[in-house]
């Protein structure tokens, strides 16, 4: 008996505790749009409440901005898995496909079309990139900058370089030759590599396939038939570069197995490379960060550069994978959901996802924006660095880092061309293609294996995985 | 008959009246999930909606993924490997630990000895990496010697050996700690009695402490043995290009081609498959050790 | 009498010249990392990003640490942490000692049984579960509230086995002989077998305090209002998912450091101090009057 109670007591002791503290819900709203934002919002819970407030007084909405702390990804996945029922998602580019073709996004394509605040802000050149089909299931978070070449000028500058007619592969391997003798018999520093790229995901390799011409990714033809053009012929000259540089002690080892944060150690903080590929609003960082350090710019001064001609004479980069808003297929208020898609692509909507909220992060002052404490720690980004809206000008938000317009001005050049990498109209399963790619053709850098061999073995391997036809 | 069981039972209501809450627990928490899961991984990839049945498609497309055997192989070897030396070298750690007369001195290296285990893979795969770069602090201690540089990290036939010491490292003062109790609750006179037959330390050991962690070794290879399937963020953190033939495993291709693609049955089924070997080897351990016998 | 006991024998000389130089190996291999981190912790921005393994600051400052102090409000997420783990860390070590304890009986009918039915749970690897258990806790509207913190994983199988095998030690005449005297089952539980086990409670909890400390899956699961984060999760948010690939804000390593140190610390500490618990041996025969 006493036994008995003894469990009893302990059973309803266990649920107690539960029950106690299970009125903490958070309260429903009458009418309420939910959306579930990775990056986009306010950093705490104070400004997320500000964050979600300006939003419902723009639009007139019951808004519920909810904001996981950390891993969206796995959140996302829990929530709609489970059958939670949003209006708006925050989505990349490879979740928006992802989940296009699996029938759960919204069609956006007439709405978008009908859009008066779409086409008076949006630049049909970027709508372009994220078509999917000639549909569209997703509007903008922000604009998308892209990565594009980034040199240490101070050190070229002391071995005497001109950048400026830095155009092909052999120019480039001349240069980093250059800068590798300077650095290990000059200034002494032994074994210099000049050249570091991030291999894992053969992510900043496109300023130099420019050369051949081809991109990133897996394209389909006329025909609708799969193929990835790093792996076919044109594509082996680069290949067989990167191989050299390698070879010659031109490209860091750490290429395949270092972290994009070491690169970036490598290049400002301790010059151990001279050359990188990373995005344009890193040149900025790369010399805010090294004016912190105070050596900005005598030892440290980078700038941007487009990389190397491609055939038809012009500069290929590539397009970061957009951030994306969508409208799940089964959203109760996709109206609603769709005035947050088109406020975010106002000139408002910029400034709300850049500088922050009025009278929490700035204050206004003779007609200009006074950033406040908190403001500067949130460095002018609530989820769009750069606003996607044409009308926004970036210079209400103040100075910029050193370098940075200059590069992302190089995206607006006539001979240059910004593009997304090859989806396939959706169906790359990128992560895998990744993989595989990284896989192979480390071998070849390496020296394991030819370019030839290397690109075949890919090749083989991407169609066995229906990659490609 | 019947009532000899009827009264055994109920002497033993109480136990079951104790397991009840813990059960409960189990099957809202842990079974009920499962369940969801499991039928998932008969079900389409469809993370929204109602998802319609596709018998054992998920299961054939898995299997059919042309690494799958590599990585199974992969799972395999790191798995086992991490298994024996977890146990051994916590053992040891936990043996030569208990000879340590100093509480104090005792207690700082059990201390320093599990540090590695507060820290996140990430944190312990950002030092590891730095201690075996090229540059690092391993090529500097080789170079003692005039070995030539060696680039750790991406020559494969040390991705494996690499990652199973990094497993070692991490958690061989966790397991020494659970040794280490066990070796506390040893009857303190039985040493006694021991030592008045003229046993020396070494007697003692062999004969008093190890005979009675036993138990505990078994606990632990049980323990160890639900693991060896399952080893993902070690290897999530240090795959690179140049290893990823070695070190690939069935949990890392679960997440890359699933939960990253939003494949919900592509996930469910790997990682079903993932639980059905695990069940098998932890049922072939637990049969060898007489785990379930006294 | 006590005393005398915890005096003992040692091994001959050689023995232990490699014991310690064995000892010195670890301590030196696995104080590497705390080394480095803490150096990094303690160095400047600049010098922290500087690749390549520091094990000592220079110059040393505590900028990092101001920098945290400057960009998270400490006080709420603290509290949370605390109070979940704590609430966590308890009613596990009820439950775990409860199963084990009935596990270890060793002539239960169906034992087997429920070990099997325990050890099954451990086997489900967490992508099957994952939506599962988001579902389930929705429905029992633990999303969002403490409760839910402290209810998901207040029992694990890992401490059930451990708590099983450490009762087993016990010797079973110690029970036995109380039941000729008349006494309970839950008597028995609680003045025999809980009573020899401190040692074994102790290393549980600690065990599950720093899990649940640390844990970051269950608290990005179950909440999303910012006001119930943990510490763990408020740092990892602030320093380490909010550096966007075009972002415009750069957070330094010692920053980064810092907080690892900061989550870390009353851990180490803790860690230290329960130790003190059972690094003495345990006398069986005080437990029999």
Known sequence: MKANRFVTVLIVLVFLVGGLFAQGQVERKAVEVKVLAGVTGGKDDTENALFEKEMEKATGLNITWEKPPSGYDQVLMQKLGAGEVYDLLYLNQFQMYALANQGALTDLTSRIAASSVYSENVDPDELAKIQMNGKYYAGFNKLEVFPLVNVNKAITDKVGINLNTLNTLEDYYQMLKKVKNYMENTVGRKPYYPFFTYMPDIWDLQPWFSSAGVRRGVFKDASGKKYAPFVQAQAKPVWEWLAKLYREGLMDPASFTGKTGDMRNKMWQSQEIVMDVDWAAWTGLYNNNAMTAGTYPHTVNVVGLPGTKSPSGTFMLEQGGASLWAIPANAKHPDEAFKIIEYMATKEGGLLLSAGIEGYDYVIQDGKLAFTEVGLAHAKDHGAPFPISTQFDLGVLGTMNPGVLESVAIGKRADVEVAPMGYADGELDARKYYDIMSKWMTDCIMGKMSADAAMRGAENELRINSLID | ?294 | MAKQLVKRDRLPLPVRIINTALLIFVVVLMGLPMLNVLAVSFSTQAKSDTPGLVLWPSPATVQGYTFIWNHVRFAVPFFNTIYVSIVGTVLHVLMASLAGYVLSQPQLPGRKTLTTFILLTMTIPYELTMIGIYAVNRDLHLTNTYAGLIINGMISGFSVLLMRNYFMGIPRSLAESARIDGAGEIRIFRSISLRLSISALMTIGTLELIRRWNNITMTVTLISDMKKWTLPVVLRYILFDQTTTSGTSYIFANAKMAAVVLTAVPLVVLYFFTQSFFSTGIMIGSIKE
Request: charged share 15%; hydrophobic share 50%.
């Open chain 2, 1 to 294: 008959m019947n009532t000899t069981r009827q009264r055994r039972l109920k002497k033993f209501r109480v136990f079951y009246l104790m397991f009840l809450p813990v059960a409960a627990y189990f099957i809202i928490f842990t079974y009920y999930p499962f369940l969801k899961g499991l039928i998932m991984s008969f079900q389409e990839n469809r993370l929204l909606g109602v998802r319609p049945f596709c018998g054992l498609e998920n299961y054939r497309f898995v299997i059919k993924e042309p690494n799958f055997l590599a990585s199974v192989k992969n799972s395999l070897i790191i798995g086992l490997w991490d298994m024996g030396l977890y146990f051994g070298f916590s053992l040891v750690l936990a043996l030569i630990l208990n000879e340590v007369a100093n509480r104090m001195v005792k207690q700082s290296i059990q201390t320093i000895a599990y540090l590695p285990y507060l820290f996140s893979w990430a944190v312990i795969g950002g030092v590891w990496a730095l201690i075996f770069d090229l540059q690092g602090l391993a090529n500097k201690f080789l170079s003692l010697f005039s070995v030539e540089p060696i680039f750790f990290l991406a020559t494969p036939s040390l991705a494996r050996p690499l990652i199973i010491a990094m497993g070692v490292w991490r958690s061989m003062g966790y397991f020494a700690l659970l040794f280490t109790v066990a070796i506390m609750t040893i009857d303190q006179q039985l040493f006694e009695a021991a030592r008045i037959d003229g046993a020396g330390r070494f007697t003692q050991i062999t004969h008093i402490i190890i005979p009675s962690l036993t138990g505990t070794m078994k606990t632990i290879v049980v323990l160890l043995s639900i693991g060896v399937l399952t080893h993902f963020d070690e290897i999530y953190v240090m795959v690179n290009p140049a290893n990823r033939r070695m070190i690939g495993t069935l949990l890392l291709y679960v997440y890359e081609t699933g939960i990253l693609n939003f494949k919900t049955g592509t996930a469910s089924a790997g990682a079903t498959l993932v639980m059905i070997g695990t069940v098998a080897i932890t049922g072939l351990i637990r049969k060898f050790t007489g785990y379930d016998e006294e």
